[in-house]
């Protein structure tokens, strides 16, 4: 092995670690696991059959206290259902794939990922600016406040795993939720219910669609490399099976 191969072998490795810094694998694995599409996709559903006809009914009636029981009943059961049943598969799903990338010690890897290191000085603080912009808006008696507020800090926080992980629907979502909450900030309160569709709802019609989108790029590429391997692999670079 000479000079030349050892210093371009050493620049290599180099060019390796800068990609690991800038890309965080486990950070990337456990923020668009299998399954992400469909669950974007069921989320923006549920948001969309609670704020729709949230909006509806609170037009109709004159307001959200207005609505009917029955009807109230209703919605609840739907924003339950995204809640609780949202939230807990959405646990699962990422704590399973951070399982089957560290093992054992996957759920640490995967704090450690989100709110560890360098990535604290930055998930920290949005985390309790959100959480704080939430309390003051209710504090305020201005609750539909918390929105535009929770939709910002938001994108700002998908912007930052869209970086470490390298994940392109995260930028899209990251820029949906900073400009239309900027947007919905003097806006929100005149028509709460349909905002919440707009932003996140569309939020999540924005990712499933996005991601799904980079999923089958990412198939097409691996189908062509293993073409062109099998090519390559043939006696007298004939395709196999000629």
């Keep these: 092995m000479d000079d030349t191969t050892i210093e371009k072998l050493s620049a290599d490795i180099e060019d390796l670690k800068r990609a690991v810094r800038r ?3 486990m950070l990337r ?5 299998p399954g992400w599409v469909a669950f ?23 307001g959200f206290d207005a609505i009917p029981t029955p009807g109230k009943l209703a919605l609840f059961a739907v924003l339950a259902l995204f809640v609780v049943g949202g939230g807990t598969l959405k646990v699962v799903l990422m704590t399973r794939r951070a399982e089957q990338v560290a093992g054992a010690e ?6 450690d990922a989100f709110f560890g290191g360098r990535m604290a ?7 309790l600016g959100m959480v704080a912009g939430i309390a ?10 918390a929105l535009p507020v929770s939709s910002f800090l938001f994108g700002v926080m998908a912007n930052v795993i ?27 309160e005149r028509a709460p219910f349909l905002w919440l569709f707009v932003i996140y709802g569309g939020m999540f019609f924005a990712f499933a669609i996005t991601q799904a989108a980079d999923n089958a790029v990412a198939r097409g590429a691996g189908q062509d490399s293993r073409q062109t391997t099998d090519r390559s692999d043939a006696p007298d670079g004939r395709e196999a099976g000629d």
């Design 162 to 188: 869209a970086g470490k992980g390298g994940l392109r629907a995260y930028y899209v979502i990251g820029y949906w939720g900073i400009l239309l909450g900027l947007a919905a900030l003097p806006l929100v």
């Design 23 to 25: 890309n965080d694998p």
């Design 106 to 111: 996957g759920l640490a890897r995967l704090l």
């Design 136 to 145: 003051y808006a209710f504090y305020a008696g201005r609750p539909w406040l």
């Design 40 to 62: 974007s996709a069921l989320a923006g559903l549920n948001i969309s059959l609670f704020a729709l006809p949230a909006h509806l009914l609170a037009t109709r009636h004159g």
């Design 29 to 33: 694995e456990v923020s668009s696991p």
């Design 121 to 127: 000085h930055v998930t920290m603080p949005l985390t």
